[in-house]
Structure formats: C-alpha cells, structure tokens
C-alpha cells in the first residue's frame, strides 16, 4: 500500500515512485535535460529512455525494501501531475543513523515554493517514520536556489566537501548541510 504525504495549502502531494510512473518520469527528465544539465552528472543518451527510467525506478524499490533508501515523486494535488522528486539516499543504519538527502524539481515549477513544502514532508518522514538522527544535503557552491530551499528548512552550513562528486564529467566541491532531529527548526 504505498503512502502520500500531503501538503495541502502548497498544492502538491509525496507518494513513492511505482512502475506506472515511469513515462511520467522520462517526461520530467526530457523537460529538464537541458535546464538541469549543469548540475547534474553527464548522462548517456541511453539514460534518457523508458527501459532506463523503469531500471531506475525497479532500483529504487529494491533500496526502500532494503531500508538503503527512498525516492518519492512529487505531484501537483490537482492534476497529480509529476513534476519532480525527492530521495532520502545513502541511509546508514546502527551507530549513524543518517541519510543524504537529493532532489529535483521541474524548471517551470520552480520559485513556487513546492520543493520547500516537499522537503519539510521528507524531513518530517525521515526524522518520525524512519527514526533518522541526521540527514545531510550538498549542493554546488554557485547554486543559490537550492541552498535558500535547505536553509528554509533548518538545515545548517558545514563546509565545503571538496570535490565531491562528478557534475558534467568534473568532480566538483559541494556545500554540506546538516539538520539534525533535535534541532527544533523543522519541527514548527
């Protein structure tokens, strides 16, 4: 029985990815291929089909069965239109308890303010449902949106991880965030 997560003054709603979504997914992406390219890593031309779409999507069913991680679409309440995610990734259990924190949102959608409301559901999920400690966020050091998006929900700068990941085929230094379920920020 998959669960939503609503927040219904914003509009939209949460709900894990099943297969029946995976056109809807290949949508958002080819929207956003371009848009979205100088953030993301470089990605085949064969990663932008509905096999590769479906092979994300069974992955990440794979990973919530393995409590390893979770990816959750977000929906316009209205049209229950796709028009982004969210993924609680990397999830380390026992003396951790923390997970990393990634998201995307359609660039006609954006400075809306759905991708703050999903993310205060995802931190409320992550810190009540699945008992989380710490949840942990970077993003490329020129991308001002997505930072004003963490510090609207609490989460605080901790320095610059260097070269972190590769974006575009370059591996980039990224600002870390953290939160913390005891910081009382995310809980009002």
């Not at 977000?74 to 990397?90: D, P």
């Amino acid at each position: 029985m998959p669960m939503s997560l609503y927040n219904t003054p914003q509009g939209i709603f949460l709900r894990p990815f099943s297969l029946a979504d995976s056109e809807a997914l290949l949508a958002l992406r080819h929207r956003n291929r371009d848009s979205h390219a100088p953030y993301e890593p470089l990605y085949e031309d064969s990663f932008f089909t509905l096999e590769k779409q479906q092979d994300y999507i069974r992955q990440k069913l794979r990973q919530a069965e393995e409590d390893r991680g979770y990816v959750f679409g977000i929906f316009l309440l209205k049209e229950e239109r796709l028009i982004g995610y969210i993924s609680i990734s990397n999830l380390v259990r026992g003396v951790g308890q923390f997970a990393d924190i990634g998201y995307m949102m359609d660039h006609h959608e954006q400075g809306k303010g759905h991708m703050t409301a999903a993310l205060k559901l995802i931190i409320q999920y992550a810190f009540r449902a699945l008992s989380l400690h710490r949840l942990q966020a970077g993003t490329l050091l020129h991308n001002d949106p997505s930072q004003r998006v963490l510090k609207k929900c609490g989460f605080q700068p901790e320095g610059i991880a260097r070269k972190l990941i590769q974006i575009q085929g370059a591996w980039q230094d990224h600002q870390m965030f953290g939160l913390l379920a005891e910081d009382d920020v995310w809980q009002s």
